[in-house]
């Protein structure tokens, strides 16, 4: 079989590949690419991918791979070498992207990736970052789509603020922050415009979740959510309803009430309505009521399954 013929038939992994970090199992590969063209499944334009045609996949790539003429050298295979409960290893396939695999995908020269290294780190980067980009696929989709429309209709094209220590930062950077997904946003009740209600229901996703960034997060986007009412909150209409949900999901779980107590004490830096407004004549105690807006936060940690847990 040529080159280009290769490239063709395993360019899905590839993709997938590249998308999440470098290597993956057989059962990854079988959930990940069913998740990832689940559209095109659904609507009958491709096949199921199921356990027999990934291994087929496998298999014959390796006897490719180990003929001494062979030239395709963008995908590894090799056995795993994890071991069961039982001291046996589970002997399944493991592909990977090699470093001219990595150059064919986005042309960076980074080295092969390891699935099983030490500690199995690795696995885990893997797995999360398949989750944030494949399993959250739709939410990723919405995150976008909220994103301009914030920026386009309820910002009126000044689209940055100024922050407590008088730096300017541009909303699109506080709302592309690459651990944060906006699942949702409501900006009015039902078709009623003049009734506001603004809403935010986020999902934030960090391996291992950093108490100082998770502040930090929130944060901006409460400073996004006072930025809308400050243009278009006025003495006459009534103060809208303002709420932020948060999911966060990690590998492993934090002190969440250890976390509580950090956040009780950061010091906000966004706080855009009480830099701009603290000396208006017109204040709303709206430091008092803002501080209630945070609805819910949840907790979840994730498995090699893709499975969440709430703790």
């Not at 042309?107 to 990736?113: A, D, L, Q």
């Not at 009430?257 to 309505?273: D, G, L, P, T």
Request: aromatic share 14%; hydrophobic share 35%.
């Amino acid at each position: 079989m040529t080159k280009e013929k290769l490239i063709k038939k395993y360019d899905k992994y590839i993709q997938l590949l590249g998308e999440v970090g470098g290597a993956l199992d057989v059962e990854d590969f079988i959930f990940l690419l069913n998740v990832k063209y689940s559209k095109e499944i659904s609507e009958g334009t491709m096949k199921e991918f199921t356990y027999s045609k990934v291994v087929r996949k496998f298999r014959e790539l390796n006897k490719v791979l180990q003929k001494e003429d062979n030239d395709f050298e963008l995908l590894n295979v090799y056995r795993s070498t994890i071991e069961k409960e039982v001291g046996v290893p589970e002997n399944i396939y493991i592909m990977c992207l090699t470093q001219k695999g990595w150059y064919y995908y986005d042309k960076s020269r980074r080295g092969e990736v390891k699935f099983e290294s030490t500690g199995k780190d690795i696995m885990k980067m893997i797995r999360f970052k398949a989750f944030k980009r494949i399993v959250c696929k739709e939410h990723n989709e919405n995150h976008q789509y909220a994103v301009e429309f914030i920026l386009k209709y309820y910002n009126k094209k000044v689209n940055e603020i100024w922050l407590r220590n008088k730096k300017i930062v541009e909303l699109e950077e506080i709302l592309s922050n690459d651990k944060l997904i906006i699942k949702s946003f409501i900006f009015f009740r039902g078709d009623d415009e003049v009734e506001p209600c603004f809403n935010l229901e986020v999902l934030y996703i960090q391996d291992t979740i950093v108490y100082k960034h998770l502040c930090e997060t929130i944060d901006g986007l409460l400073g996004v959510l006072e930025r809308t009412y400050a243009l278009y909150a006025n003495d006459d209409t009534s103060i809208p309803d303002i709420e932020l949900k948060i999911d966060c999901v990690s590998t492993n779980r934090i002190n969440v009430s250890r976390f509580i107590k950090y956040r009780n004490k950061y010091q906000r830096v966004y706080s855009y309505y009480d830099f701009v407004h603290k000396n208006s004549l017109s204040k709303k105690n709206f430091r008092a009521f803002f501080g209630k807006t945070i609805k819910r936060t949840n907790y979840y940690t994730m498995n090699s399954k893709y499975e969440l847990t709430k703790y």
